[in-house]
């Protein structure tokens, strides 16, 4: 059974970076070709797509935050990262990391197999 679980500050000021670490137990993030995702939902509204690393280390972003985002990935911890950039209040949400199983689903949450719970950051202004 595949794992993962967040980890990160829960608050962080406007103007700084956010960074959060996604730990995958019960599989490797090196196993063909599933990709690891992050996705977020700010209050009252859906599921945003940030980006996704896939299990050969290419990266891939959503245009609308590719400016601030970057996705790394530490295959000896089996672990993924995420960090956002320049935050404001409205980046103030739920953080999620999850699995996608296939490449054509790298960038589509309704596919996801495996989630995280979750974790609130909070950017205080």
């Known amino acids: 059974q595949v794992q993962l679980q967040e980890s990160g500050p829960g608050l962080v000021k406007s103007s700084q970076m956010l960074s959060l670490t996604c730990t995958v137990s019960?599989?490797?993030?090196?196993?063909?070709?599933?990709?690891w995702a992050w996705i977020r939902q700010a209050p009252g509204k859906g599921l945003e797509w940030m980006g996704a690393?896939?299990?050969?280390?290419?990266?891939y972003y959503s245009p609308s935050l590719k400016s601030r985002t970057s996705i790394s990935r530490d295959t000896s911890k089996n672990q993924f990262s995420l960090q956002l950039t320049s935050v404001t209040p409205e980046d103030t949400a739920v953080y999620y990391c999850?699995?996608?199983?296939?490449?054509?689903?790298?960038?589509?949450?309704?596919?996801?197999?495996?989630w995280g719970q979750g974790t609130q950051v909070t950017v205080s202004s």
């Open positions: 999850a699995r996608a199983p296939r490449p054509e689903t790298y960038s589509d949450p309704g596919e996801y197999d495996y």
């Open positions: 690393v896939a299990y050969d280390g290419s990266t």
């Open positions: 019960g599989g490797s993030i090196t196993t063909s070709y599933y990709g």
